[in-house]
């Protein structure tokens, strides 16, 4: 080959590897309708490109459309979609042990066992081999996009006691005791399933007095 014709070459080659996708194959279908009269396996032998992109150029050229390409396939699955029971059996690991979203802002839901504790019960419950898991790391992840997310479910905190609830129970009992031996006295008792605003507690958690001295 002349020594012109492979620096010719050599250039239609690099200005081909700076193109991508698309236009990269419409690029390489015009050199090789130009320069080997539209025959893939002679632009193959001649600039090293693959056959299979140089017919699927060949044919968007002509028919002036644009083959979308699939790259999401392309990539390995996820673990927990390889197969669908995998999937079933981490909810059914998971679920007893999670909470919806307090503020009932989101599907997310919260659960306060570890991805650590998650691939022993697979193992232990489920039968699952420790070589057929994913790393502790990669768990983390799948329970991630499964809609779990990792936090320490706390019980509910029981209600301050302030100084004035003895007072107030025991005037209550006081005035029980009163009415109870005072035939002419009307006694009403109402559960209002109230808390008694009374105290620090009260008030936005500023004292009753805050405009004493």
């Known amino acids: 080959m002349d020594s012109s014709v492979a620096r010719y070459d050599a250039l239609l080659r690099q200005g081909a590897n700076r193109l991508r996708s698309h236009q990269r194959r419409l690029f390489i279908a015009e050199v090789t309708l130009e320069l080997c009269g539209g025959n893939a396996r002679q632009a193959e032998r001649r600039f090293g490109w693959g056959r299979d992109t140089i017919t699927k150029g060949l044919h968007e ?8 390409e ?10 927990e979609e390889e197969q669908p029971q995998r999937a079933q059996d981490i909810r059914a690991i998971v679920e007893p042990h999670t909470q919806a979203d307090p503020e009932l802002k989101s599907e997310r839901r919260y659960t306060n066992l570890t991805a650590k504790e998650t691939l022993e019960q697979l193992q232990t419950k489920k039968g699952y081999a420790e070589k057929d898991l994913p790393s502790e790391r ?3 992840d799948i329970l991630n996009r499964m809609g779990y997310r990792l936090k320490r479910i706390q019980k509910a905190k029981p209600l301050k006691k302030t100084p004035q609830t003895d007072a107030i129970f025991a005037n209550v009992h006081a005035v029980q005791e009163e009415i109870k031996n005072d035939p002419t006295t009307l006694g ?15 008030r936005g958690g500023k004292k009753p007095d805050r405009f004493g001295g």
């Open 188 to 202: 009403i008792s109402i559960d209002t399933k109230a808390k008694v605003n009374e105290g620090d507690y009260s």
């Open 61 to 68: 050229l002509q028919q002036g459309i644009r083959c979308v």
């Open 70 to 79: 699939n790259f999401a396939a392309r990539g390995r699955p996820r673990w």
């Open 138 to 140: 990669s768990m983390r």
